[in-house]
């Protein structure tokens, strides 16, 4: 690593210890950078690293409710407002017991990268709660959702600070997210939340849009190796919003989707999973991906408190959360015959994963390139709603088609420029970066 970058990333560390998350993906990002700050020396002098490492803000608030019991219930509220050069702050809210300030700090930093790649005026934000509302009624996590808003609503509007939904934070979370920012400020902001139903201000194709943009990336890198995504073998990991739309998505690009995971394990069906059914079990009845295989019967397997990667696969999507394809994986995973590998969650291969992946000519995306067409999309819910108009299925997928192909070649473009094609970590860290710290510059000391 570069000097100055390890200078700055060893401060980083020490300002911010035991977030481990949040070291990972500033290193990861600060792997790249050496030939860019090479060539642009005024970004080390406006101390532009430094600047970006630290967030504008970071606010914690405890979030009180109430359970079915009428036990009151205290959790943690977050939202780290991190970079605001290119827009409004931009990025979801994630409901899970693993939610901490690192977490979110992690989400936020690659966010700003994220939003840069889409060409859209968006800033990189982030935030959540350790609230967890798996096995809570609806009533309680509207309880949740209300109080959680009661403090964060003051932070929030549609030129300062967007954010949308991530895991645990879906259609309904939004709801009544949205409903109780409505209620405190007597005002029908439409764009202040992006995910929201269709019947009040929602986007179609946004339910789809994460999972779908990271097979339209995927499919795009195959296609530099001469052969689309049909007829290939995908294995996925989850079974939640991202990991159901780019198994649809795949399958109506031809290929083969013969396994997907939750929690507790993974099912595999040679025939090819029915991806309605698992939205059914999943998305419908919340229920657990057992059940997919009693359901579908003969020919189906299930295993439990194992690893999907263990099934061989010619293409891999990890779509679940972070670090979750370590070293072992990524070696079965090459073993099997893998070619590529587009991440549809938050930093889901460990840097020694990436590191296989990549000495075995694996063609690999990450996150901030690949599963970035779900914010990307949130960016045209805002259009939409400022500009009070609603755009058919058809048009919106387009839009996001030309996002995602945009993103490709632009990561694959500077790949090439700084001498390492196919590199499309470094082709989109560097991409990201050069464009927000350029308006950073502009701005001043900010």
């Known amino acids: 690593m570069h000097a100055e970058l390890l200078a700055v990333r060893d401060q980083v560390h020490a300002r911010n210890p035991g977030e481990v998350e949040f070291h990972q993906a500033v290193d ?3 792997e790249s950078l050496g030939p860019v700050i090479e ?3 005024e970004y080390v002098e406006a101390a532009v690293l430094e600047r970006l490492c630290e967030p504008e803000r970071q606010i914690i608030f405890r979030v009180p409710w109430t359970d079915d019991s009428g036990r009151v219930q205290i959790n943690r509220g977050f939202r780290v407002e991190y970079n605001s050069a290119l827009g409004p702050y931009k990025g979801g809210l994630r409901f899970h017991p693993s939610v901490y300030l690192g977490i979110v700090k992690f989400l936020g930093f690659e966010q700003i990268f994220k939003n840069a790649l889409t060409g859209m005026p968006i800033g990189g934000g982030k935030g959540g709660s350790d609230f967890d509302p798996r096995g809570r009624s609806k009533a309680e996590v509207m309880r949740f959702c209300q109080s ?5 609503y003051r932070h929030l509007g549609e030129h300062t600070d967007v954010p949308a939904g991530d895991i645990g934070v879906g259609g309904r979370e939004i709801g009544y997210l949205f409903g109780q920012y409505k209620r405190i400020t007597n005002r029908y902001e439409s764009g202040v939340l992006t995910g929201k139903g269709l019947s009040w201000g929602g986007s179609l194709v946004r339910p789809e849009a994460t999972g779908y943009g990271t097979v339209l990336f995927a499919n795009e890198m195959a296609k530099t190796r001469g052969r689309s995504l049909e007829e290939r073998r995908v294995v996925v990991s989850g079974s939640g919003n991202v990991a159901i739309y780019a198994m649809a998505k795949a399958q109506q690009l031809g290929a083969n989707v013969v396994a997907c995971s939750d929690s507790d394990g993974f099912v595999v069906d040679e025939g090819g999973i029915d991806v309605d059914l698992v939205r059914q079990i999943k998305e419908v009845e919340r229920g657990r991906l057992k059940e997919y295989a009693v359901r579908r019967g003969a020919g189906v397997s299930y295993v439990e408190g194992a690893s999907v990667w263990d099934v061989n696969a010619e293409v891999a999507l990890p779509c679940a959360t972070q670090n979750e394809v370590g070293e072992a994986a990524a070696t079965r995973l090459v073993a099997s015959g893998v070619t590529v590998v587009a991440e ?11 590191a296989v992946f990549q000495s075995a000519g694996v063609l690999f995306a990450p996150g901030k390139a690949a599963n970035a067409g779900g914010v990307a999309t949130s960016a045209l819910e805002m259009q939409q709603n400022a500009s009070r108009d609603s755009w058919t299925f058809e048009y919106t997928e387009q ?5 995602m192909v945009g993103i490709h070649d632009r990561c694959a473009q500077t790949a090439e420029e700084y001498g390492a094609p196919s590199n499309y970590v470094l082709g989109a860290n560097i991409s990201g970066f050069v464009k927000v710290a350029e308006a950073m510059l502009a701005q001043g000391l900010v």
């Not at 959680?148 to 964060?152: A, C, D, N, R, S």
């Not at 549809?344 to 990436?354: D, F, H, L, Q, Y």
């Not at 839009?399 to 996002?403: F, K, Y």
Request: hydrophobic fraction near 40%; charge should be negative.
């Open 344 to 354: 549809g969650a938050n930093m889901p291969c460990t840097p020694e994963a990436i």
């Open 28 to 30: 990861e990002v600060f």
């Open 148 to 152: 959680f808003m009661t403090e964060l």
């Open 39 to 41: 060539r642009h020396p």
């Open 399 to 403: 839009r996001l088609t030309e996002i």
